[in-house]
């Protein structure tokens, strides 16, 4: 070992230390790892390892790690204007990105508010349907992921790890059953499902909720932490033509779904569903904190003067570098490579499944792409402790993957949408000897 290497290994131990000794362990990182350099798909440790990235930041690196272009829009930006704080004095960058968000955004008519976080996007497309409509009640949906922000986490269709213990939740919030397919009591075809979720929807709008009171339903059109569950094209149109048909506003949260991952650019655009709010952030600004809402000009103008806004949202940095991943997803034809590389790792989790009875299914939509692990095809017991397990094998052989899930038994995968074949293939190589290492084949 040279002198260097062994000063890394010696660092790496007290930052590990120091980790455990300051560092809130209610922020839980799957393998205790440091990064310290990433490029493209890569990202390497503290002593040299380099690791395939197929978390991407949980869908925040779309255009993978440190575009050469938005390096140097950061440059330029941060040695022009850090922050100014656009209450006190506006700049270039937020109001060219608001401009550009209207012109790709599938809603007509649009204006913009940046915000820092999904979370903050997601409680200020509240704020402005309330207002803008002076109703109350806001339906969301089982195993929705909204952030964890008070009305956020109330909007989040999953108690543990993300509202439990932190009640009184906000108030007026409501969920709903999502189209989960392989798991609903609904039925066992999409069709079957699709219809009973919008009957009882439906009904519970005309029974359970004040019909006259209803400012929202949230959605997301692919849920991501719930467990990349792809909401059928059917389901997203009947639920724009509840919310005509009872004077609601339909926010879509776009949040992991935007920006190309699906194989459009938005995901909502596969059913051709005009929403009146959308939430945006992630893959917005290639890894930097920036969000936004946008939405129907009406809407979007209710709130008078000062009643959105915060210190930093919109920072000039973060619109800087969102301007110039916009463009290099647009020069690269991001969401063409998303439809290719989605259904390559599509056929290939499929070829998996049929080796091993542990996957009880494989779902997704573009390069959106996930493995639910069950103990049993039949009873369809979530195995959390496998997903683990899988999990834990890929870190050390140089893949960085991610769960999700209700139960926590969903391998996601958000493979960089500029991953060549080659890398594709390396990770998912990986990925398939874990189970060849931890499952025993079925056939
Ligand atoms: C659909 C969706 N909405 C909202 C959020 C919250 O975003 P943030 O973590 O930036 O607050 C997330 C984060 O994973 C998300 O996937």
């Known amino acids: ?137 806001v339906i969301a949906f089982r195993n929705a992921f909204h952030g964890r922000t008070l009305l956020a986490m109330t909007l989040t269709g999953k108690s543990k790890p993300f509202k439990s213990k932190y009640g009184p939740l906000a108030p007026y919030v409501y969920h709903e059953h999502y189209p989960y397919v392989y798991r609903s009591p609904f039925g066992s075809t999409e069709e079957e499902v699709v219809n009973k979720c919008i009957e009882q929807l439906e009904d519970n709008i005309n029974s359970i909720y004040d019909t006259d009171d209803i400012a929202a339903i949230i959605v997301e059109p692919v849920q991501g932490d719930g467990g990349f569950i792809v909401g059928p094209d059917a389901f997203l149109q009947a639920l724009r033509k509840i919310c005509d048909k009872y004077n609601i506003l339909l926010i879509v949260d776009e949040i992991q779904t935007g920006f190309g991952r699906t194989g459009k650019l938005f995901a ?125 094998q890929c870190h050390e052989n140089g893949l960085l993957i991610i769960k999700c899930g209700q139960y926590n038994n969903v391998v996601r995968l958000l493979v960089p949408l500029m991953a060549t074949d080659e890398e594709i293939d390396t990770g998912l190589t990986i990925l398939e000897s874990a189970f060849a290492s931890l499952c025993r084949q079925s056939i």
């Open 1 to 137: 070992m040279n002198i260097s290497s062994r000063d890394q290994k010696t660092k790496k131990a007290q930052l590990l230390e120091d980790w455990d000794q300051y560092v809130t362990r209610g922020v839980a990182t799957a393998e205790k790892n440091i990064a310290v350099k990433a490029h493209g798909c890569w990202v390497e440790d503290m002593e040299g390892k380099k690791y395939l990235d197929f978390a991407a930041g949980i869908g925040a690196l779309n255009m993978g790690h440190n575009p050469a272009q938005v390096v140097e829009a950061i440059h330029r930006q941060s040695s022009d204007l850090i922050h100014s704080c656009f209450s006190v004095i506006g700049y270039p960058a937020y109001i060219e990105l608001a401009k550009k968000l209207t012109r790709i955004c599938p809603i007509r008519d649009a204006k913009v508010l940046l915000a820092n976080s999904g979370a903050e996007a997601v409680e200020n497309a509240v704020k402005i349907a309330r207002y803008a409509t002076g109703k109350t009640n």
């Open 268 to 392: 909502i655009e596969h059913s051709g569903v005009e929403p009146d709010l959308m939430t945006i952030g992630k893959s917005l600004s290639s890894g930097l904190p920036l969000s936004a809402v946008v939405g129907k000009k009406a809407l979007m103008d209710a709130p008078e003067p000062g009643a959105l806004g915060g210190t930093y949202g919109g920072n000039p940095v973060a619109c800087a570098a969102a301007l110039a991943a916009i463009d290099f997803l647009e020069e690269n034809k991001l969401c063409d490579r998303a439809q290719a590389i989605g259904a390559e790792i599509d056929r290939r989790l499929k070829n998996l499944q049929l080796k091993y009875s542990q996957i009880g299914d494989v779902r997704g939509r573009g390069a959106m792409n996930a493995l639910e692990l069950v103990k049993d095809p039949v009873s369809k017991e979530p195995d959390a402790e496998l997903t683990n397990r899988v999990l834990k």
